[in-house]
């Protein structure tokens, strides 16, 4: 992670020797064996392609990257050749500007063209198009072809991304992408010649969770960012900002981009070790609820004007003074919002907004990673041999699945190695790899999207997984495992497993909490810390920053149960950006009622808002500066798109703010964020110093907004005639403006971008202008702060482990139910964006065949769950054998609102009534989605005429 | 793929959850001739062009429910199987009449008289490409290349291929298979 660390051995040839290439007479280096395409926009040379990718390399079908070689100096003729398909050799002469291979360039756009209509003021790609920018490089001005044009029927792929065939230029990137990458198997290319058409075999959802990546992967207008075409701005129109994406622990880069007030989209960010070119549908789509009707935007509970001074702040909120304050901080706040809330309150009052079970797993992931540093999401891909264990990262942390599926193929890239053939020739070492995989075992108890490439996907029950990690452990004695009931085999698996991980150079280990089993992470747990040195380990907590958070956590840090159990009559208890759907209904209310006051700080409305006392509203992450802590470890820093419209603020403001009435005044002088970083920093021995990562890029800004971004003066002329002054911007390299301090600063170092783009290069392949290469690292200073290993320990809640049942699995007839992990249906925040509403499985209970007399008469189709406080759920009961006998997946949304699953006291057989309420529930919740949607967008398009005049404060 | 990994969705409404078996479409016979096509070639998906092909001798065409059965029965995405079905022009993923003109539309059969040979068929059969006459007994389509350049004009119907075509030639080929057809109706009945 260290700046001066090597780049990975990731791209091919990691010894490759710098060899010296003329092009247009000039001599350069370039890495012997990469293809000279790469090599050449290595070193920043404008040449047209589109089939090549970064992540996915040659195929040679576009005929696009033409240059000419000759044979020495001398020779003015020379032969076209495909950049992308020769490699690069000592000595070689190439014209890049020569005439024949420029005109070829160009015949191929005209060719191109013939069917590409003309359409680019109607296109969600204008603007940002690779295809435009490529036929402005080449000179294709002019369109001669009189001829008709073919035409295609567009397919309905679900709420996420438009189908737009007629623009299609048939590379086939997004066949590969989607099909060879990322191993999609509803989508493919049909038809031939002149008819070629990438789609579904009939309309329907894109089933791929990667299947936002189209968007850019497609270099014009075929696959577009439905939701963002809805309410759709140019990109050049798009004021940007770096940031991180909030939806699980991998903590993928994106950029976030504004327009009026709204969040309209996010794109990849590139980051070498982390999401690389690709994110998953929920990074891309999942940010919209800071648009939705559920923001929180004023206080509540207390009389305060929009721009409230502190001093008035302290008046409304007296009267709720009591004699001791708690914090409950929370998973999704920023690491300085926590941070801030632990020292505002003490730590002596601080609880993590974790329960019990979740700390007991945390410490685990803790304990697990000081003894090993977990591999980054790049060296993931390097694994020769990886084993999941009782985790569908597919659902939980989908990025890292895709980083799993790449691992496998690297038995096909050692092949193809052998056989002499380059890594970048992608078709080739396809035909040469074919089955030939790495191994992957699933130790699982549902299959998952993984099951295709895995050397092993039965469904296993959890307690078969268990004995197979102990299996594992015991190295050196004999096998003693026995088989378990319905799992035969397990000793063949135990020994096929242990024979694979002796002849892995970079085993690996992945496991996660989404399945809530604490015997699983022990047993991970204790095979971790007497594992070889050579093995990995990766454990993917919750949510995005969880690790942040479990820094924070020194031994009196109180679990929630801790803190309910307290006697908080005489007690504020404020909640950070915690909706508390770890507790159930139950608690939540007592809570509310014991509490003296409840002061919630949180952007988006739940249950427990409408419970508090006193709402503050926060920024969410698009509006606030922060940063949060992945899986790794790594300190990621995230920006503000755009302001907060007061009284909004940042979550750590609002600490700062209510520090003099609630807190212990040590953040008394404190105003800015950099401030409150130096004082944690300071003060705080489990907080790093982050002033390395911004201190010098201050100085330098970067532009949020393009150099065209259209009615910066007229924007609020129907309001005011008065031009606002932009929002000032101090505590962050990058200004709220178009003025930026250029691409590098004084010391000729590359300043980071707030969007990518270059001259001649309006899409996102820009990006490669600001890599140290292609595939490699950003060419911008990017420190690397990661937060201390290992951990003070809880004791309190230490000694409880043993006796504190499993909250998030449900017992009964002796089967064990499970919460289902779905992308589109994890958390409370994310399932109140109505596209996700859409894409969320239906309520079901998922049984194997051989479970289901124990929960109702065969060929039932609907179960009821009825809990404690007589309510129920009905939901479809489905059957299949992908599931483990003895195990059964829930998928309920009242789940990620309360844990509605520890209340669950009988299962019963459905009756008809409870099938005809739950059928006619689902129709009234599609129109109520698809109503919801409609709504959202009329009142954005409505807010885009009375655009917030943002006034900062000093209080960013 | 499977249930659990592709469950029912919201948006999707009340779907139904039953799945297409290729064993509720396909006959015993075809079953036993696709396997025996895998059999020989290893890998189950490479026999889709030949499962295919066997499909379709016995029913005409490739319907959704034929590429969905066979796909089923291969253990391959169906979308994979469309990709084959729509590559190759033998495969006909339409209802089509009982005799598939192939007319060779390549450069030599254009400098030989195709145009004139394609005007007569047009006419003779009163459809255009793509098109099935009302009777159900033809369908014509144009073909890139049949290798009879140096006996173009050319067209394929069937297994048979007919070559030096003019435009008299070409309607007499339809004109006999039209009489042929009716004798066979004729012996049929009786």
């Not at chain 1, 991180?244 to 990849?268: H, L, P």
């Not at chain 1, 895709?402 to 193929?409: G, N, S, Y």
């Amino acid at each position: 992670m260290d700046k001066s660390q090597p780049d990975n051995p990731d791209t091919s040839n990691p010894a490759a020797a710098q060899v010296t290439v003329h092009i247009d007479g000039e001599p350069v280096k370039l890495r012997q064996g990469d293809n000279l395409l790469e090599a050449m926009l290595s070193e920043k040379y404008n040449l047209p392609y589109f089939c090549w990718h970064p992540a996915m390399g040659s195929i040679g079908a576009c005929r696009q990257c033409a240059v000419t070689q000759f044979a020495d100096q001398e020779q003015q003729k020379g032969k076209t050749i495909m950049a992308c398909m020769t490699p690069v050799s000592d000595g070689m002469y190439i014209g890049l500007n020569h005439q024949p291979a420029a005109e070829f360039r160009e015949q191929v756009i005209a060719a191109m063209m013939t069917n590409h209509p003309h359409d680019c003021p109607v296109c969600g790609e204008g603007g940002a198009c690779h295809l435009q920018d490529m036929t402005v490089m080449t000179g294709h001005s002019m369109r001669r072809y009189q001829g008709q044009k073919r035409t295609f029927s567009n397919q309905y792929l679900g709420p996420l991304i438009n189908h737009e065939m007629n623009r299609c230029i048939t590379c086939y990137r997004c066949e590969r992408f989607y099909k060879d990458y990322a191993g999609g198997n509803d989508f493919s290319a049909c038809g031939s010649k002149n008819q070629v058409y990438f789609g579904r075999q009939q309309d329907g959802i894109l089933e791929s969770e990667f299947s936002g990546n189209l968007v850019e992967v497609c270099p014009t207008g075929v696959f577009t960012d439905k939701p963002f075409s809805a309410h759709y701005t140019r990109k050049w129109d798009l004021q940007s900002a770096p940031s991180v994406c909030q939806g699980c622990a991998v903590g993928c880069n994106i950029s976030v981009g504004e327009r009026y007030g709204s969040v309209r989209r996010v794109v990849n960010r590139y980051h070498h070790d982390i999401n690389g070119y690709f994110i998953c549908d929920k990074g891309r789509f999942g940010f919209s609820y800071v648009n939705n009707d559920s923001r929180i935007e004023t206080a509540r509970g207390i009389e305060l004007s929009s721009e409230f001074k502190p001093h008035q702040l302290a008046i409304a909120l007296a009267r709720y003074k009591s004699a001791d304050n708690f914090g409950i901080g929370s998973e999704r706040a920023s690491f300085e919002s926590n941070a801030a809330l632990k020292h505002m309150v003490g730590s002596e009052n601080f609880c993590s907004g974790l329960t019990d079970y979740q700390h007991f797993c945390l410490d685990i992931i803790r304990s697990v990673m000081s003894a090993k540093q977990p591999p980054s999401v790049n060296e993931i891909e390097q694994s020769d041999c990886i084993i999941v264990i009782d985790e569908d990262l597919t659902q939980s942390a989908a990025r890292i699945a895709l980083a799993v599926r790449q691992a496998t193929r690297n038995a096909a890239f050692d092949k193809a190695e052998q056989l002499g053939i380059p890594r970048w020739q992608d078709a080739a070492v396809r035909t040469a790899g074919q089955a030939c995989r790495s191994n992957l075992f699933l130790l699982q108890s549902k299959s998952s999207k993984l099951d295709d490439v895995a050397t092993y996907a039965e469904p296993l029950h959890p307690a078969a997984i268990i004995k197979l990690l102990q299996g594992l452990g015991n190295a050196n004695q004999p096998d003693s495992i026995s088989d378990m009931p319905f799992d035969n085999g397990l000793a063949s698996l135990l020994q096929e497993i242990k024979t694979a991980l002796q002849h892995a150079k970079r085993p690996l280990f992945i496991a996660g909490c989404s399945a809530w089993q604490l015997e699983t992470l022990q047993a991970v747990e204790q095979l971790a810390l007497q594992a070889p040195p050579h093995w990995q380990f990766a454990f993917l907590p919750d949510a995005v920053n969880t690790m942040g958070l479990a820094s924070l956590i020194d031994q009196h840090t109180m679990s929630l149960e801790q803190l309910i159990a307290k006697s908080l009559q005489q007690s504020t208890v404020i909640v950070l950006e915690h909706s508390l759907s770890t507790l159930t209904r139950a608690q939540q209310y007592q809570l509310a009622e014991q509490s003296q006051t409840l002061i919630v700080i949180d952007h988006n409305q739940s249950l427990l808002s409408e419970l508090a006392d006193v709402v503050l509203p926060s920024a969410p992450f698009t509006e606030s500066d922060g940063s949060s802590v992945n899986y790794m470890g790594l300190v990621q820093p995230f920006f503000a798109v755009k302001p907060p419209n007061s009284p909004i603020h940042p979550a750590w403001h609002w600490c700062l703010l209510l520090d003099s009435t609630f807190g212990r005044q040590n953040l008394a002088n404190i105003t800015t964020l950099s401030q409150l970083r130096a004082y944690l920093a300071e003060h705080d021995s489990s907080f790093p110093d982050m002033s390395r990562l911004l201190a010098e890029q201050l100085l330098f800004k970067s532009a949020r907004q393009p150099m065209r971004y259209s009615g910066r003066t007229a924007m609020f002329a129907n309001q005011t005639v008065h031009e606002p002054k932009s929002p000032q911007d101090t505590e962050s390299p990058f200004s709220f403006s178009m003025e930026g301090a250029g691409r590098t600063d004084v010391q000729g170092q590359a300043l980071p971008k707030a969007f990518s783009w270059a001259p001649g290069w309006n899409s996102e392949q820009s990006v490669y202008k600001y890599q140290t290469r292609i595939g490699g690292r950003m060419n911008h200073r990017a420190e690397a702060i990661t937060v201390a290993r290992g951990a003070d320990k809880n004791l309190a809640w230490q000694q409880r482990k043993s006796d504190t049942a499993n909250p998030g699995v449900l017992s009964f007839n002796g089967l064990l139910i499970r919460r289902l992990s779905h992308l589109f249906a994890n958390d409370a925040l994310t399932d109140d964006i109505a596209e996700f509403k859409l894409l969320a499985p239906v309520a079901c209970l998922l049984v194997n065949p051989a479970d289901e007399a124990n929960l109702a008469a065969t060929s039932a189709t609907h179960v009821t769950l009825i809990s404690d406080d007589k309510t129920s759920m009905t939901v479809r009961l489905i059957t299949c054998d992908d599931v483990a006998r003895g195990t059964a997946y829930l998928h309920h949304p009242l789940l990620n609102l309360h844990n509605a699953i520890a209340q669950v006291s009988d299962i019963v057989q459905a009756s008809s009534d409870d099938i005809a309420r739950q059928q006619q529930g689902q129709s009234e919740q599609l129109q109520s989605i698809l109503n919801q949607k409609s709504r959202a967008l009329s009142r954005l398009q409505k807010r885009d005429q009375q655009i917030p005049i943002q006034i900062v404060g000093e209080g960013r | 793929m499977s249930l659990a990994t592709n469950l029912p969705r919201v948006g999707e409404g009340n779907i139904n959850l039953v799945q297409l078996s290729y064993r509720d479409y396909l006959s015993v016979e075809e079953i036993n001739a696709i396997e025996h096509e895998v059999a020989i070639l290893g890998q189950r998906q490479a026999a889709g062009i030949e499962a295919m092909k066997l499909v379709q001798k016995n029913r005409g065409w490739i319907s959704d429910d034929c590429l969905y059965a066979v796909a089923d029965l291969l253990q391959m995405p169906a979308s994979q199987l469309e990709g084959i079905a729509t590559f190759y022009n033998l495969i006909y993923r339409q209802p089509v009449g009982r005799y598939v003109i192939h007319l060779c539309d390549s450069i030599s059969c254009h400098l030989t008289g195709f145009a004139q040979v394609s005007e007569a068929i047009k006419e003779y059969l009163g459809i255009d490409y793509g098109e099935t006459t009302s009777d159900g007994m033809f369908t014509l389509l144009t073909n890139a290349c049949l290798g009879s350049c140096d006996k173009a004009p050319a067209m394929m119907i069937g297994e048979d291929h007919f070559e030096h075509l003019t435009p008299q030639s070409a309607t007499d080929i339809l004109r006999q298979l039209c009489a042929e057809n009716d004798k066979d109706e004729l012996n049929l009945r009786e």
